[in-house]
């Protein structure tokens, strides 16, 4: 079993709908992250977070550490928000990434 | 976007052919790392490394050896090519490790072996 589950695999979702992609994890660990694969297959991070919120632009990550979950939800979607996100646990120079949710935003 | 270069970027190469896939920073960052990324799986850390000659096996590191003999350059070497290893490959940097830190990832190296 993954150390890492991200759920959905995949989600399509029309223009301006609120999503939610969800994380959980069953290690202990010491700061969760937010990834973003672009479908030309390049990696960006977009959140690090060890508790509680963060918020850049549309975008907005939350973590509870009791429950061992995070989520990231995007508001107002727009088609160039189709990508491959990807939830990711460290661990001191370790980190253990989940399988990554799949979407599709259409116009 | 953080200076990062993987070389090559695609490659086709037969079993039991020795490849090096190379990682090149502009950053002067002290950790890096390479990972392999399958359908499924996610990505996997093969190796890292935390300074100059100081290296350690990752998640997947077997039938892979690492070399950092400058800060710049961390070079992933699979000695003798095995189907099994075709992947795409990603090196990553960062600062400080990745508990205080995020990490910031080359553009990804395509490998088949045939």
């Known amino acids: 079993k993954n150390e890492v589950e991200q759920s959905p695999q995949n989600l399509t979702a029309q223009e301006g709908e609120f999503i939610t992609i969800n994380c959980s994890y069953s290690?202990?660990?010491?700061?969760l992250h937010w990834l973003q694969q672009h479908p030309g297959g390049g990696i960006v991070s977009l959140f690090m977070?060890?508790?509680g919120k963060k918020k850049h632009g549309r975008l907005i990550a939350t973590i509870n550490i009791q429950e061992k979950h995070s989520s990231l939800h995007i508001t107002a979607s727009h088609p160039r928000d189709s990508a491959v996100y990807i939830c990711?646990?460290?661990?001191?120079?370790?980190?253990?990434f989940g399988a990554g949710t799949r979407l599709t935003v259409k116009p | 976007d953080a200076g990062i270069t993987q070389s090559p970027r695609h490659k086709v190469t037969e079993t039991g052919t020795p490849v090096t896939l190379r990682c090149h920073q502009t950053?002067?960052?002290?950790?890096m790392y390479w990972y392999r990324q399958d359908p499924g799986h996610g990505l996997r850390l093969i190796h890292y490394?935390?300074?100059?000659?100081?290296?350690d096996k990752g998640e997947v590191s077997d039938g892979y050896s690492v070399s950092r003999s400058k800060t710049e350059d961390f070079l992933l070497t699979l000695e003798s090519a095995t189907s099994s290893q075709t992947s795409v490959y990603f090196c990553?940097?960062?600062?400080?490790?990745?508990?205080?830190?995020?990490?910031?990832f080359g553009p990804g190296t395509r490998l088949l072996v045939l």
């Open positions: 990553a940097i960062s600062e400080t490790d990745s508990v205080q830190e995020t990490q910031y």
């Open positions: 977070l060890s508790s």
């Open positions: 950053e002067n960052h002290r950790y």
């Open positions: 290690v202990g660990i010491s700061a």
């Open positions: 490394s935390y300074g100059v000659k100081d290296t």
């Open positions: 990711a646990v460290s661990f001191g120079y370790d980190m253990r």
